[in-house]
């Protein structure tokens, strides 16, 4: 079962452009919903993160925007760039609990073209 | 400040055969996990730890067994390698405070053949 869905499976913006990617997830337990970039040969890195109580964050050109009656958040990336051609990974953590482990979208490969 | 180090990066085994990934972290987190990355999969949860001596199963334990008997270092096995194994596996580990990021490694690149 596949708790967080993320699509498009890969995207092309040309450079300037905006790039929007989408999840859902299905567990109600889920409060805090980071997004991770992950460049060629790397681990991913944790890019920007929002819990449930707010509706929008932003960091310079990346912005979450979270959906809670529609279990639905997406990730902006405004003035896309040919350095930000990496995969996006959502992800989704209940906070309560013991393990605090993360459930992964199956992430974005996303291409910025010059 | 190394953060999360995997031990090896790249590594080819014959089906049937067994090997240990090490991981190993250096800013005294209590947790501590193992995922594998497969094209279209995301991460999908190995093995987790949330402290010296515990560990529970993830999403797709089978084939695997953990370790972690100091709290800087946790230990994925294979104990029979098997095609399907093939992946890259990445250790994460976070602490246990309001601070809830996940640090991850570079990957280990491993191919069963």
């Known amino acids: 079962q596949q708790q967080v869905k993320q699509s498009p499976q890969s995207l092309i913006v040309q450079k300037g452009g905006i790039s929007i990617i989408n999840c859902a997830y299905e567990n109600t337990a889920f409060d805090y919903f980071p997004w991770y970039q992950q460049f060629p040969g790397k681990g991913p890195a944790l890019l920007i993160a929002i819990r449930p109580d707010v509706s929008e964050k932003k960091e310079g050109r990346f912005t979450i925007s979270f959906n809670k009656s529609a279990k639905q958040f997406s990730l902006h990336i405004m003035d896309s760039q040919p350095g930000d051609s990496a995969t996006y990974f959502c992800a989704a953590r209940a906070l309560s609990g013991s393990a605090r482990q993360l459930t992964f979208g199956s992430g974005t490969q996303l291409t910025v073209l010059p | 400040n190394a953060g999360v180090t995997q031990t090896p990066k790249f590594r080819v085994l014959k089906t049937g055969q067994s090997m240990t990934l090490l991981c190993a972290q250096d800013?005294?987190?209590?947790?501590m996990y193992w995922y594998r990355q497969d094209p279209g999969m995301g991460l999908r949860l190995i093995h987790y730890s949330v402290g010296e001596g515990t560990t529970a199963k993830g999403e797709v334990p089978d084939g695997y067994n953990v370790s972690r008997l100091k709290k800087q270092n946790f230990l994925l096995g294979l104990e029979s390698a098997a095609p399907s194994q093939t992946s890259v596996y990445f250790c994460?580990?976070?602490?246990?405070?309001?601070?809830?990021?996940?640090?991850f490694g570079q990957g280990t690149r491993l191919t069963v053949v």
């Open positions: 800013m005294n987190h209590e947790y």
């Open positions: 994460a580990s976070s602490s246990a405070g309001t601070n809830t990021e996940a640090f």
